[in-house]
């Protein structure tokens, strides 16, 4: 097989494919404002980034309605899960609800942590009065742990009853919600929790610039927390000065460009229909998605799927759930969306 499949496959062997629908990456590149300003950043790499990071704060704060000491930014949002996952296992069990994504849960475990959760809801998604009736209920919580759009599953939680959630649950245990997905949707079904935030309350929300803005390998992020949990989480992080001057003025860049960020997500809402209708005309029954990836179940192996999808030059990835296999597809353009019909259907028959 030309295509190897990525599963145990180490990074400097990444096999070349046709369409990469793996890792949640946006396939649009990076914004022309974004390039130019990390153009510009180059010949200040002689400087630290002082400014800058009070720039973007400023900027962060301003949109979101907090203070700019209600921020700390990251090299990716990964750093902001990592650090939480030490500092609040140590501290008692995290809540949270599976499928989601694991990366901040495993490294708890890593840590001896103790993870609890509720059952998702019927749908797959996070079952908010299971949740609160938990959370509110088991002594020794260190915190809740919210993906909001959820991955691998792509659904969302009703914004009014995630504020609720928050008020009823954050005086008693921390709420740590995980944003990494929220540009895929419109400002206006935003959930703006920034606002709970200035309120005093314990709720922590890490967002990412790997996803709308297509910083991945840059590496960008934040956590809007009180300042009392930002002392805490911030010794575990690699520290603000991980973020380079040059990611950072792309991002400052990135950030005002609003229509780029507009671009990328209708691209990625016209490629998903495209997807979701596709895979409805063949049987499949995709889970409703509000974020740059699809979830469904398949009728073959996990293993054997992916490793012919690979084989197609296609890069997925699969989930058992419930003992049943699923494939979580990216989305791409819709050029590579088109690529990734042809091949499944070559695939299943
Ligand atoms: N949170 C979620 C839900 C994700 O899916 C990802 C990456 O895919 C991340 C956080 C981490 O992203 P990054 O470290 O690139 O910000």
Redesign the pocket.
């Known amino acids: 097989n030309e295509f190897v499949a990525l599963t145990n496959t180490p990074p400097d062997t990444m096999p070349a494919l046709k369409a990469r629908l793996f ?2 990456e946006n396939p649009y590149g990076i914004s022309t404002s974004a390039k130019e300003a990390i153009n510009k950043a180059t010949a200040l790499g002689n400087r630290y980034a002082w400014m800058e990071f009070a720039q973007l704060k400023k900027m962060i704060a301003d949109a979101e309605g907090v203070s700019p000491k209600n921020i700390l930014i990251t ?5 902001v ?1 990592m650090a939480a996952a030490v500092n609040f296992s140590q501290k008692g069990a995290i809540l949270t609800s599976r499928p ?2 694991d ?2 849960l495993e490294r708890a475990t890593k840590q001896n942590g103790q993870i609890l959760t509720v059952p998702a809801t019927t749908g797959l998604g996070y079952d908010l009065a299971a949740l609160k009736a938990k959370a509110l209920s088991t002594p020794g919580l260190s915190m809740v742990y919210i ?1 909001n759009p ?2 691998p599953t792509g659904t969302i939680v009703s914004p009014a009853e995630l504020a609720q959630f928050c008020r009823d649950v954050a005086p008693k245990v921390p709420v740590f919600i ?1 944003e ?2 929220i540009d895929f949707l419109e400002p206006a079904d935003r959930p703006m929790l920034g606002k709970l935030v200035a309120e005093g309350l314990d709720v922590m929300l ?1 967002r ?4 709308i803005h297509g ?2 390998g840059l ?3 934040y956590v809007m927390a009180q300042p009392k949990s930002i002392t805490q989480i911030k010794p575990f992080t690699n520290g603000e000065f991980a973020v380079g001057i040059t990611t950072l003025m792309g991002g400052i860049a990135s950030y005002q460009d609003q229509a780029w960020q507009t671009y990328c997500r209708t691209e990625n809402a016209k490629a998903r229909d495209y997807t979701m209708k596709e895979l409805k005309a063949i049987g499949y029954e995709p889970i409703p998605s509000y974020a740059n990836f699809i979830l469904f179940p398949i009728k073959m192996k996990t293993q054997a799927f992916e490793n012919q999808m690979y084989g197609q030059g296609v890069g997925i990835q699969t989930r058992e759930i419930d003992r049943q296999p699923y494939c979580r597809v990216s989305i791409g353009t819709m050029d590579e969306m088109k690529i990734f019909m042809d091949a499944f259907k070559k695939v299943v028959g």
């Open positions: 890792a949640n090299p990716g949002s990964s750093d899960l989601t994504y990366d901040l993906v959820n991955n995980d990494a997905y890490a990412t610039f790997s996803k910083f991945a590496r960008l992020g």
